[in-house]
């Protein structure tokens, strides 16, 4: 079917229900960022392929909304005939709700399925709404029950994580989950997100590419955990296991029927943010409803000694795989055919090669020219070009390993390159060393960081339109809360043990991309009769291409970070590499 018979196919069946128009978010029953095919419902409506956007059908019209990493992208992916592109953001752009407000007639009704919605989303759609005098309805499943040869829901065996890699056992951050409702009053505590399940059962999965985790839901009562996953994904041992922890499994598709049943004199402890709106309407009206951040979105991103160590090893093998691809790329580049999708896969083929690797942890973005400008550039056979020894390569890329998860971005000249990339390069190194280098007192936001990121590039009239800095799970989903370094606010304060990355960038349309990234730890630097203070340290091994930095645009304690830096690559990473590496890699991680 073309993109447009689907749309034809869903008014149809909004005019069978009644709605003049319908809401297709990104997300799934479990709020993905990355859900599997079978979720995949706005992909299938709008051919867009970005993780993050939303679809409005309306009678007439469609439109799709995304933020600035995909307008490139989705300006490709989109058939502008049939739908509209709407650049979040951009001035005079009106979110979906206002646009719906402008076209519906008012008494209109718009119809979005519950469960691919949180509760937090929903009820700011229902009151934007409610100014024009358009309803919701979130009963409805219209564009799910359109979608022709959908995909059936991965039915993958679930793997232990085991407990030498996660420094916890299953019923100690069960217990420390518990403490947490006590301490709140709440008798049940509703958890829907697909990596907090998979962090505090040690389990992992296959269901969705690249995020080790599984389709579950999870609550956990006063006496009893109960799981809600298909049983067959269980291996014996691992059913046992869960068992002896007081674990009941029961079908995952009696959730709902579950939380209905809850009793009416019950407290119930629920991320409005990550728990979509379908299970909040199950709930008893009586139900007393706490709503604050899950509890294991705050445990799961403050690491554990362990978990860092782990992590430390981890990047360390990351670092030989990336020294390798690099050296292998300058010694190839221009004297053999080698394209976006081949140079992806022989970065892979490096990390296959080192200790604990178990896969990629996203589809690596490796953009050559123009492409490295499209910020999360998703390379396939059609738009695949070569490599040729001139102009800039980017390559963000990351692997999972049982030791930890990682991302970690490059730009690479290839031969000559405009002498304006220089001056851009050393702008965003700027900015990232600056980030590398903050000190900040303890309940500082990443909102307040970000600026340092940003200042250079700010004072040259430059920007880029993406976040700093996102968390990163342990052996689990590249992107993970509930911190986050950028221009909004979401109110969380950096605390010890997280880690998030540190990738500011500026992208020239149709000329070329750079991005620097590496991962920091969040520490406590001292403590002084003002407060705690805290500082980063950057744990990412793998030097920083210094062919394309103006030395002249950098201060004295810039070029000290820089060359800190790069000696501490060299002494690291040159005992784990043969004679001709640790040659390469001396000669890459030169002082300037």
Same mark, same amino acid.
């Given at each position: 079917?073309?993109?447009?018979?689907?749309?034809?196919?869903?008014?149809?069946?909004?005019?069978?229900?009644?709605?003049?128009?319908?809401?297709?978010?990104?997300?799934?029953?479990?709020?993905?960022?990355?859900?599997?095919?079978?979720?995949?419902?706005?992909?299938?409506?709008?051919?867009?392929?970005?993780?993050?956007?939303?679809?409005?059908?309306?009678?007439?019209?469609?439109?799709?909304?995304?933020?600035?990493?995909?307008?490139?992208?989705?300006?490709?992916?989109?058939?502008?005939?049939?739908?509209?592109?709407?650049?979040?953001?951009?001035?005079?752009?009106?979110?979906?709700?206002?646009?719906?407000?402008?076209?519906?007639?008012?008494?209109?009704?718009?119809?979005?399925?519950?469960?691919?919605?949180?509760?937090?989303?929903?009820?700011?759609?229902?009151?934007?709404?409610?100014?024009?005098?358009?309803?919701?309805?979130?009963?409805?499943?219209?564009?799910?029950?359109?979608?022709?040869?959908?995909?059936?829901?991965?039915?993958?065996?679930?793997?232990?994580?085991?407990?030498?890699?996660?420094?916890?056992?299953?019923?100690?951050?069960?217990?420390?989950?518990?403490?947490?409702?006590?301490?709140?009053?709440?008798?049940?505590?509703?958890?829907?997100?697909?990596?907090?399940?998979?962090?505090?059962?040690?389990?992992?999965?296959?269901?969705?590419?690249?995020?080790?985790?599984?389709?579950?839901?999870?609550?956990?009562?006063?006496?009893?955990?109960?799981?809600?996953?298909?049983?067959?994904?269980?291996?014996?041992?691992?059913?046992?296991?869960?068992?002896?922890?007081?674990?009941?499994?029961?079908?995952?598709?009696?959730?709902?029927?579950?939380?209905?049943?809850?009793?009416?004199?019950?407290?119930?402890?629920?991320?409005?943010?990550?728990?979509?709106?379908?299970?909040?309407?199950?709930?008893?009206?009586?139900?007393?409803?706490?709503?604050?951040?899950?509890?294991?979105?705050?445990?799961?991103?403050?690491?554990?000694?362990?978990?860092?160590?782990?992590?430390?090893?981890?990047?360390?093998?990351?670092?030989?795989?990336?020294?390798?691809?690099?050296?292998?790329?300058?010694?190839?580049?221009?004297?053999?055919?080698?394209?976006?999708?081949?140079?992806?896969?022989?970065?892979? %083929?490096? =990390?296959?090669?080192?200790? #604990?690797?178990?896969? &990629?942890?996203?589809?690596?973005? $490796?953009?050559?020219? /123009?492409?490295?400008?499209?910020?999360?550039?998703?390379?396939?056979?059609?738009?695949?070009?070569?490599?040729?020894?001139?102009?800039?390569?980017?390559?963000?890329?990351?692997?999972?390993?049982?030791?930890?998860?990682?991302?970690?971005?490059?730009?690479?000249?290839?031969?000559?390159?405009?002498?304006?990339?220089?001056?851009?390069?050393?702008?965003?190194?700027?900015?990232?060393?600056?980030?590398?280098?903050?000190?900040?007192?303890?309940?500082?936001?990443?909102?307040?960081?970000?600026?340092?990121?940003?200042?250079?590039?700010?004072?040259?009239?430059?920007?880029?339109?993406?976040?700093?800095?996102?968390?990163?799970?342990?052996?689990?989903?590249?992107?993970?809360?509930?911190? %986050?370094? =950028?221009?909004?606010?979401? #109110?969380?304060?950096? &605390?010890?043990?997280?880690?998030? $990355?540190?990738?500011? /960038?500026?992208?020239?349309?149709?000329?070329?991309?750079?991005?620097?990234?590496?991962?920091?730890?969040?520490?406590?630097?001292?403590?002084?009769?003002?407060?705690?203070?805290?500082?980063?340290?950057?744990?990412?091994?793998?030097?920083?291409?210094?062919?394309?930095?103006?030395?002249?645009?950098?201060?004295?304690?810039?070029?000290?970070?820089?060359?800190?830096?790069?000696?501490?690559?060299?002494?690291?990473?040159?005992?784990?590499?043969?004679?001709?590496?640790?040659?390469?890699?001396?000669?890459?991680?030169?002082?300037?």
């Amino acid at each position: 079917m073309q993109i447009s018979e689907r749309l034809l196919a869903l008014r149809n069946k909004m005019d069978a229900l009644g709605v003049e128009a319908c809401i297709i978010p990104s997300g799934d029953p479990h709020l993905s960022e990355y859900p599997s095919e079978h979720w995949k419902i706005r992909e299938w409506f709008s051919g867009f392929t970005g993780s993050a956007g939303t679809l409005v059908v309306t009678t007439e019209e469609a439109g799709l909304w995304t933020d600035s990493r995909y307008f490139l992208q989705a300006e490709d992916e989109l058939d502008a005939q049939c739908i509209q592109l709407f650049r979040e953001g951009d001035p005079g752009v009106p979110d979906y709700t206002q646009w719906l407000g402008e076209v519906l007639m008012p008494g209109s009704k718009v119809a979005v399925n519950g469960e691919t919605v949180s509760v937090s989303l929903l009820r700011r759609i229902s009151r934007e709404l409610r100014t024009a005098q358009v309803s919701v309805d979130a009963s409805h499943a219209a564009a799910e029950e359109v979608y022709d040869g959908r995909p059936p829901i991965p039915e993958n065996e679930v793997f232990l994580h085991e407990e030498k890699w996660c420094g916890a056992s299953r019923s100690e951050k069960l217990e420390q989950v518990h403490q947490i409702m006590r301490k709140s009053g709440a008798s049940h505590y509703i958890s829907a997100a697909l990596d907090e399940i998979a962090w505090v059962l040690n389990l992992r999965g296959n269901d969705v590419p690249y995020n080790p985790v599984f389709h579950a839901f999870m609550i956990v009562e006063t006496s009893q955990v109960k799981l809600f996953i298909n049983p067959h994904k269980l291996t014996a041992q691992i059913a046992r296991k869960l068992e002896a922890d007081n674990i009941k499994v029961s079908l995952y598709e009696e959730i709902y029927k579950h939380i209905r049943h809850i009793p009416e004199d019950a407290t119930v402890l629920l991320d409005p943010d990550r728990t979509n709106s379908a299970i909040f309407a199950a709930l008893s009206p009586k139900v007393t409803k706490k709503e604050q951040l899950s509890p294991l979105t705050r445990l799961k991103a403050q690491k554990s000694d362990t978990e860092v160590q782990h992590l430390r090893e981890t990047l360390l093998n990351d670092g030989v795989a990336m020294v390798h691809f690099l050296k292998w790329l300058e010694d190839h580049v221009g004297k053999e055919k080698i394209t976006e999708l081949s140079a992806a896969q022989k970065l892979k %083929s490096f =990390r296959a090669a080192q200790p #604990g690797f178990v896969g &990629e942890s996203f589809g690596t973005i $490796s953009g050559y020219g /123009g492409h490295g400008a499209i910020v999360h550039y998703s390379v396939n056979e059609e738009s695949d070009v070569e490599l040729k020894p001139e102009g800039l390569y980017l390559i963000d890329s990351g692997g999972q390993y049982h030791g930890g998860t990682t991302d970690i971005t490059r730009t690479v000249p290839l031969g000559k390159f405009p002498e304006q990339a220089r001056t851009d390069y050393t702008l965003v190194l700027k900015g990232h060393i600056a980030l590398a280098c903050a000190v900040f007192p303890k309940g500082t936001r990443g909102v307040h960081l970000d600026i340092l990121a940003r200042k250079a590039l700010w004072e040259h009239g430059l920007n880029y339109g993406h976040g700093t800095g996102h968390g990163i799970g342990y052996f689990l989903n590249v992107h993970e809360g509930p911190q %986050s370094i =950028r221009p909004q606010d979401n #109110g969380i304060e950096m &605390e010890p043990g997280m880690i998030s $990355s540190n990738e500011p /960038g500026v992208y020239r349309r149709d000329q070329y991309g750079i991005r620097i990234e590496n991962l920091i730890l969040s520490r406590v630097k001292q403590e002084s009769e003002f407060g705690t203070f805290m500082d980063f340290e950057t744990l990412t091994l793998c030097p920083i291409d210094s062919r394309l930095v103006d030395t002249s645009l950098l201060t004295p304690d810039e070029k000290a970070w820089f060359n800190n830096y790069h000696q501490g690559v060299y002494e690291q990473l040159a005992p784990r590499l043969d004679q001709d590496h640790q040659q390469w890699l001396k000669e890459k991680t030169k002082a300037i």
